[in-house]
């Protein structure tokens, strides 16, 4: 889909699928009983970030006994919310273990959706996560941005070239101001924002998902070593079915 037609989609704020429900708030977080995979020197499995083919992005042993993908909408309250609750627990206990190894798959919904994902990925391996949940911990106020922006104002962007409508939908957002402040410099960032690769790349890993797990119920998903788990929208959901998988019972 070309990035000019997928913006005059977007901007209507419809998705194929859209945020799951909330489903819990409780975990275990009870201690493992199963043995570690000893860590790569100098650091522990969390520090391991590697690009993916499929064009997520996975922290943890590559090898793990358990893959573990997310896909995750950064305009999503839910998907925000796993982040908040289920994501400390997940690295500390899973990921860092080297047992678990998670991978991020970004799930545009929007147009602002797609803005905020591109300049999560602006720093490549090394940023990725950081920008990511930073992007989750400030939601509600680049979201309200936006929310306060005319529509009319917004609706005018799709008419722009194609390098220009993400960068100019970020402005609104406030965005590129915000990732100078997280060490990504606004010439960088505009860079990104501009690049139709980058765009395509979103496009069509959004497609891929929908078109690999036709039942895809919305975000937070998470695909557990190639099938899709029902119901695990939050950690209180998704954590017994990681135990379990490692053989574990409570």
């Not at 009983?33 to 997520?56: L, M, Q, R």
């Not at 289920?86 to 929007?110: M, Q």
Request: hydrophobic content about 35%; proline content about 8%; charged content about 20%.
């Amino acid at each position: 889909m070309k990035p000019t037609t997928f913006l005059a989609c977007a901007l209507a704020l419809t998705a194929v699928a859209g945020c799951n429900s909330k489903q819990g708030d409780a975990a275990t977080n009870a201690p493992l009983n199963v043995k570690a995979v000893p860590p790569p020197k100098g650091g522990d499995w969390s520090t391991v970030v590697s690009a993916t083919p499929e064009g997520g992005f996975l922290m943890g042993n590559p090898n793990a006994k358990l893959k573990l993908i997310e896909y995750g909408s950064l305009t999503c309250p839910h998907c925000r919310e796993f982040d908040e609750k289920g994501v400390p627990p997940l690295i500390a206990n899973y990921v860092k273990t080297g047992l678990v190894s998670w991978e991020f798959r970004n799930y545009v919904r929007d147009a602002f959706d797609l803005t905020a994902s591109l300049v999560s990925r602006c720093n490549g391996e090394k940023g990725f996560f950081p920008l990511t949940r930073a992007f989750y911990k400030d939601q509600d106020v680049w979201v309200e941005k936006i929310r306060t922006t005319p529509q009319d104002q917004i609706e005018q962007l799709q008419n722009l070239p194609p390098n220009q409508q993400f960068v100019e939908l970020a402005k609104v957002a406030d965005f590129q101001n915000w990732a100078t402040a997280r060490g990504v410099p606004a010439a960088k960032t505009n860079q990104c924002l501009a690049d139709e690769n980058s765009v395509n790349k979103l496009v069509q890993m959004t497609s891929d998902a929908t078109t690999q797990f036709p039942q895809f119920p919305g975000t937070p998903t998470f695909i557990l070593n190639g099938t899709m788990l029902e119901k695990t929208a939050t950690w209180v959901e998704l954590e017994p079915q990681l135990r379990s998988a490692l053989g574990e019972r409570g």
